[in-house]
């Protein structure tokens, strides 16, 4: 289902890169925040939010920090 979603998003070319960085081809869903962004920046996301899961593009979680 991720990756369905992020085929969506990025037919609109504004979310061809990621809305952090601006790198290319990002992979990763912040759902409750609308954002596609690249996997370096979904770390640092990880790491300051505690209440947002992460989804990548081969459809596995990340689970946030509250549920670790």
Do not use: F, G
């Given at each position: 289902?991720?990756?369905?979603?992020?085929?969506?998003v990025?037919?609109n070319?504004?979310?061809?890169?990621?809305?952090?960085?601006?790198?290319?081809?990002?992979?990763?869903?912040?759902?409750?925040?609308?954002l596609?962004?690249?996997?370096?920046?979904?770390?640092?996301?990880?790491?300051?939010?505690?209440?947002?899961?992460?989804?990548?593009?081969?459809?596995?979680?990340?689970?946030?920090k509250?549920?670790?």
């Amino acid at each position: 289902q991720t990756t369905v979603y992020l085929d969506r998003v990025r037919e609109n070319s504004s979310n061809c890169r990621c809305a952090d960085c601006n790198a290319e081809n990002p992979t990763i869903a912040i759902m409750s925040w609308l954002l596609i962004i690249c996997k370096k920046c979904a770390a640092i996301h990880h790491r300051l939010t505690s209440n947002t899961s992460i989804y990548s593009d081969d459809d596995s979680v990340v689970p946030s920090k509250e549920t670790n």
